[in-house]
């Protein structure tokens, strides 16, 4: 649907032209029947499968051939039901509008009128095959897929007869969130196929030749009301994922798990970052207090004179401290000799 029925709808609505080869006025007309057939047939075998898994939980389930077989069925079937869309689909021209249209041109449409009796029937069928009974048969088993989980909750209570008011609690909730998704599915399956079966539905039994009619295709509302029943209608294939995982309490804890992971990635990145910041701050500061007291040992240091005065008062140290050193020296050797003099006693 999203490469054929979105995109194509929406340029013939807004440049009001065929601007595409006319062949694919007939090709265009099988595949997006075909997509919105297969769409709600899709939905509806979904539907039927659980059903079946929860009536039947012990059986067999579906094998990979058997699913194989159901979806060329399934598919098979929507393009059926959209063939006579494509067959009498064409490109025509009306010499006081600008412009080619792509039209259904049934067998016994008037040419006064633009109306056709196979043109209704066809558009009740629609109604009936594409939106009534997938809505029908989606409804039964998900209504029958609630009464079997509110007996198997039943049949629990009656072998435990003391239940703890936590496994109550559990037990409701999961009984309540399960009828809250069955009722959304069907709303949802409602609420994206009713207008646009209405206004095809509408256009099927008021429909007029286009050159003559100022109440259906010609009229500015007509082209919005139906492009927005088509966007509405384009929106059921997102619903049942959407449905699911809101009403998944395993997803929701995925979710939130990596929300919290997320979170915890970005305050290590930010507390790493702030780190380098400050050794980076820390860097700068101990160049600059280099760099201070690289001046301040330059601005103090001793001039030539200075330094002349400083050597000479070192030469005058250096000579003060040889000439006490061999005093001492002297001292030594004057005691060594009276020793040896007095036969080795000292004094």
Not at 139 to 151: A, D, E, Q, T
Request: a positive charge; one cysteine or more.
């Amino acid at each position: 649907m999203s490469f054929t029925s979105l995109p194509i709808t929406a340029i013939s609505i807004f440049t009001r032209d065929w601007v595409f080869p006319s062949p694919f006025c007939k090709l265009m007309g099988i595949f997006q029947g075909g997509t919105v057939f297969v769409s709600s047939f899709t939905l509806t075998a979904i539907a039927v499968d659980r059903y079946i898994l929860i009536k039947h939980p012990t059986k067999q389930k579906i094998g990979f051939r058997t699913a194989i077989c159901i979806i060329i069925g399934v598919w098979t079937l929507g393009y059926a039901c959209a063939l006579p869309v494509g067959l009498f689909s064409s490109t025509q021209e009306y010499p006081p509008f600008c412009g080619t249209f792509c039209e259904e041109n049934w067998p016994d449409t008037e040419e006064q009128t633009g109306r056709s009796r196979i043109r209704k029937l066809y558009g009740l069928l629609v109604l009936i095959v594409q939106f009534g009974l997938p809505t029908v048969i989606s409804s039964l088993c998900y209504w029958n897929i609630g009464r079997l989980i509110r007996r198997q909750i039943q049949k629990r209570k009656e072998r435990q007869l003391v239940l703890l008011q936590e496994s109550k609690d559990r037990m409701k909730s999961q009984k309540n969130r399960t009828n809250r998704m069955m009722v959304t599915m069907v709303a949802g399956l409602v609420l994206a196929w009713l207008p646009m079966n209405l206004i095809n539905l509408w256009r099927d039994f008021n429909s007029e030749n286009s050159a003559n009619s100022d109440d259906a295709k010609s009229n500015e509302w007509y082209s919005l009301i139906f492009a927005a029943c088509h966007s509405v209608a384009m929106t059921s294939a997102v619903w049942n994922p959407l449905i699911y995982s809101f009403f998944n309490p395993q997803f929701k804890e995925t979710i939130r798990a990596s929300l919290e992971r997320r979170r915890k990635s970005q305050a290590v990145t930010a507390l790493l970052l702030t780190q380098q910041q400050n050794n980076a701050n820390t860097s700068e500061s101990r160049r600059t207090s280099c760099r201070s007291l690289n001046v301040l040992i330059t601005n103090n240091a001793p001039s030539v004179g200075n330094r002349q005065s400083d050597s000479n008062h070192f030469l005058l140290l250096k000579n003060s401290s040889i000439r006490k050193h061999s005093a001492q020296i002297g001292t030594i050797e004057e005691e060594k000799n009276s020793i040896l003099s007095n036969g080795g006693e000292p004094l």
